[in-house]
């Protein structure tokens, strides 16, 4: 795909279980935002009803607008399209990329999400912008979650990438660096951030750890 403006190094992914619906997914992204997350995917896995997606996704849009921090939705293609956010992120059991990319247009980003060394042998590099890669660890998060790949293996998967790739799963503070200096090109978190009793402090940590193994520190 065409190099597009894309900074995975702090990937929020929402959830409005954990934050709190949708006033509780914009606040979360307002601070997350000011404190150092560079994209926001908004993602929901139970009640949450179509109606739910297309004000969260707007009123998500509207937090972002003056940013340069891009707003993906996960899965729901037509959500995107009408609210006119940066992109989709998709997983294995969603429409196939060139299908995502037909309906998205050339210049919206498209995320997709591999599990292990098959799917990744499998990607449609010509319509991808960017990897998901995970579960990195253990998360109570996702309730279908693959087993945990682990560091090793991600590294593996790195090494295989042919577009920027950002990991995810149970990544936390103490693990952060570990899967930055894996080959990855940001860390994707949903508790790590979402929930949070210091939601400031937490994602400013993240922030700087992420910072610091990009220098090589
Ligand atoms: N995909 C793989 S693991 C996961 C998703 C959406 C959940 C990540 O959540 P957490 O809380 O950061 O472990
Ligand atoms: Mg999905």
Same mark, same amino acid.
């Given at each position: 795909?065409?190099?597009?403006?894309?900074?995975?190094?702090?990937?929020?992914?929402?959830?409005?279980?954990?934050? !709190? !619906?949708?006033?509780?997914?914009?606040?979360?992204?307002?601070?997350?935002?000011?404190?150092?997350?560079?994209?926001?995917?908004?993602?929901?896995?139970?009640?949450?009803?179509?109606?739910?997606?297309?004000?969260?996704?707007?009123?998500?849009?509207?937090?972002?607008?003056?940013?340069?921090?891009?707003?993906?939705?996960?899965?729901?293609?037509?959500?995107?399209?009408?609210?006119?956010?940066?992109?989709?992120?998709?997983?294995?059991?969603?429409?196939?990329?060139?299908?995502?990319?037909?309906?998205?247009?050339?210049?919206?980003?498209?995320?997709?999400?591999?599990?292990?060394?098959?799917?990744?042998?499998?990607?449609?590099?010509?319509?991808?912008?960017?990897?998901?890669?995970?579960?990195?660890?253990?998360?109570?998060?996702?309730?279908?979650?693959?087993?945990?790949? !682990?560091?090793?293996?991600?590294?593996?998967?790195?090494?295989?990438?042919?577009?920027?790739?950002?990991?995810?799963?149970?990544?936390?503070?103490?693990?952060?660096?570990?899967?930055?200096?894996?080959?990855?090109?940001?860390?994707?978190?949903?508790?790590?951030?979402?929930?949070?009793?210091?939601?400031?402090?937490?994602?400013?940590?993240?922030?700087?750890?992420?910072?610091?193994?990009?220098?090589?520190?």
């Amino acid at each position: 795909m065409r190099q597009k403006k894309l900074d995975l190094s702090l990937y929020l992914v929402l959830d409005p279980d954990l934050c !709190g !619906g949708i006033d509780g997914m914009v606040n979360t992204t307002r601070i997350a935002v000011a404190n150092g997350v560079t994209a926001v995917q908004l993602r929901a896995e139970h009640e949450f009803t179509r109606r739910d997606w297309y004000l969260a996704a707007l009123a998500l849009k509207q937090v972002l607008k003056d940013t340069t921090v891009p707003l993906l939705i996960n899965d729901q293609v037509d959500i995107a399209l009408a609210v006119e956010a940066d992109g989709v992120h998709v997983g294995q059991k969603d429409l196939p990329v060139d299908v995502v990319r037909k309906l998205i247009g050339a210049d919206k980003l498209l995320g997709l999400s591999i599990s292990n060394l098959q799917q990744i042998n499998q990607v449609n590099w010509q319509k991808v912008d960017y990897l998901g890669i995970g579960p990195v660890f253990p998360t109570m998060t996702k309730q279908d979650a693959a087993p945990p790949l !682990g560091i090793t293996t991600l590294a593996e998967l790195n090494q295989c990438k042919q577009c920027p790739a950002v990991a995810i799963g149970g990544i936390n503070l103490q693990n952060a660096a570990e899967v930055m200096q894996s080959g990855s090109d940001g860390i994707a978190v949903i508790s790590a951030i979402c929930g949070q009793p210091n939601i400031p402090y937490a994602t400013r940590q993240l922030y700087h750890v992420i910072e610091q193994a990009k220098q090589g520190i």
